[in-house]
């Protein structure tokens, strides 16, 4: 009796519950995933009973030092600049890297719970903070700030582990402390021709815009249309099930055609399936494990670089057909010091995972959104027909099949694209404070730390999304989220300039009027005014992605052309298709099952 009224008296103490084979002390604060339970052994006796009372306040006080450190840490220092909070950890030389590999989606969910939803807290990664930055106030702070913040070492990063970088190449990479920007920092003192970020983004951005990105967006009509030709599926329905494989040869061998040139596909046609077999892996390689313990990764990496290096070698300009991108990258590299040919090889195969490695995903869920939902469909596929070229027959296959600029404009293919991407892209967006401690509005950042924003909490954030519609909250997919009534206050989010299709698109190029549907009436336009801060899939500010204008052409032209050339129906529409957290903060979200499907070519086609 006296042993029961003692675990009796012990369940009453908040933040204890008694269970039938232990006690669990929930203190989410000093926790290595921020919100987990300790358990104590269920006492068998008054002696083990006292022990468990004094383990729980001994747990207790820790549970207050946090408390105090946390007010302490908030107080403002002498300029009135506070030190983000530390986020409380339980092993001193571990920190927070355990959560940060192993539950990254609980740990970022846990901040915004603790410490609020607008702020920059400390995690603690062995021997250093890295700072994690939420709220759309601040995140627009970080994009404006040039001065004392780069982007490069995050770039570093992915050069060295996932793509393979040699180490002595890295050195020069390393000593580039000038920046992405058209102007180097005022701290550098790297030679121009040095300045690798800069060029590196600078090739992108050039080629990947205007008319060099509407040619190559033709070239990858073309190359799409071919594929979709030599396909087995005729007229009659054939039954398939897996929609993600499906899709991804044909996005994927255009794309990679389209930019490297017919003659790189006919050479390399194991390009593609070395490549995924490589990026199946590519969150491993970023956290820096060892190649051997992913022995089918690794060939795969190892494959690409090596087509890359001999690609290189036996280039034929005269007959190349693909986009001007890797000339201006090779052209420039040549006159740098320090950088090897398996080096550049190793950055031609990153250049071609920024275009691989995330739209196929991407292309994925918004086919998957739109298929289950007929009405979103006719809307959807009125649209892409209003955007078919006059000069180009269904039966000639050396003609685009669409007014590229055109198709880029149409308001609820941009929804849908801009909600596909605010779901499903789960992406770190790294800066680093480079050149001087940061301050940002009220905090301060110290010199030599990483910052991370996370899109997905941006993305997710109810503030930013709830308070449109309460039937369409943050974790629901709207087609229409991006959609103002034309009368609105807010002008178009997404304007000719920012396109991509700046000099091609025709100023009186109109959306066509929406068909009659639960999905696009009223007539409406697309619009990112309202999610600055909120919406960055790309990043933001002078450094954020220089190739998004053809990451938005790849996934809409993909969706209009496989659309218009097949009839899918996708089983089990009402389902919830489950999501791969494997490739969590490193870009689009793969599906985690497979959906079945049926197909059929359309006819006439």
Known sequence: MKDMAHSQNLSSYAGVVSMTRGYFVDLPLITVALHSKFELPAPTS???????????????????????????????????LRKPLQVPYLLPV????????????????????????????????????????????????????????????????????LFGTPRRDMICIKNDKSGSSHDPHPQSSTRPEDR??????????DTLTGANLNTTASKFQIAMKRRIEETPVQQEWVEMDNLFGFLRPLIANATVEAVCGTAFVEKYPDFVENFYDFNDKATSFLYGWPGFLMPRANRGRERCIAIMQ?????????????????????????KMKGVSEYGVACQDVGIVWGMLANSVSAAFWLFWHTLRDPSLLAAATAEINACTTATAPQSDSDHPPFDTPKLMNQPLLQSLYAETLRKYIAVYITRTTEYSDASILDHRMRRGRMVIVNSATAHMDKRNWDHQASSHPATSFWAERFLVPPNNDTKP????????YASLASSTTKPPPPPTSTCSAPHKIFSLDRHKGAWIPFGGGPHQCPGRHWVKTQILLGFAIIASGYEIEVK??????????????????????????????????
């Open 46 to 80: 008054a002696w083990s009973t006292q022990l468990a009372l004094i383990s729980f306040m001994l747990l207790s006080l820790l549970g207050t030092g946090a408390a105090v450190f946390l007010r302490r840490a908030q107080e403002p220092s002498e300029d009135c």
């Open 94 to 161: 571990v920190g927070h890297l355990l959560s940060f590999f192993r539950a990254p989606q609980q740990l970022f969910a846990a901040i915004p719970t603790l410490f609020g939803p607008s702020g920059i807290v400390r995690l603690n990664f062995g021997t250093q903070d890295v700072y994690i930055v939420s709220g759309t106030e601040y995140i627009k702070a970080v994009w404006k700030d040039t001065k004392s913040m780069s982007s490069c070492d995050g770039l570093s990063l992915a050069l060295r582990n």
């Open 196 to 205: 690798i970020f800069h060029h590196m983004f600078k090739a992108t951005a």
């Open 310 to 334: 001999e690609w290189r070698k036996t280039f034929d300009e005269q007959g190349f057909d693909g986009n001007p991108m890797m000339l201006h990258r090779w052209s420039y590299f040549s």
């Open 493 to 500: 989010g997404i304007r000719r300039a920012d396109s991509g």
């Open 572 to 605: 089990e529409p009402g389902r919830e298709v489950s999501v791969h957290g494997g490739r969590y903060g490193l870009g689009a979200l793969m599906p985690g099952e497979r959906v079945g499907f049926r197909v059929r070519r359309r006819r006439g086609r």
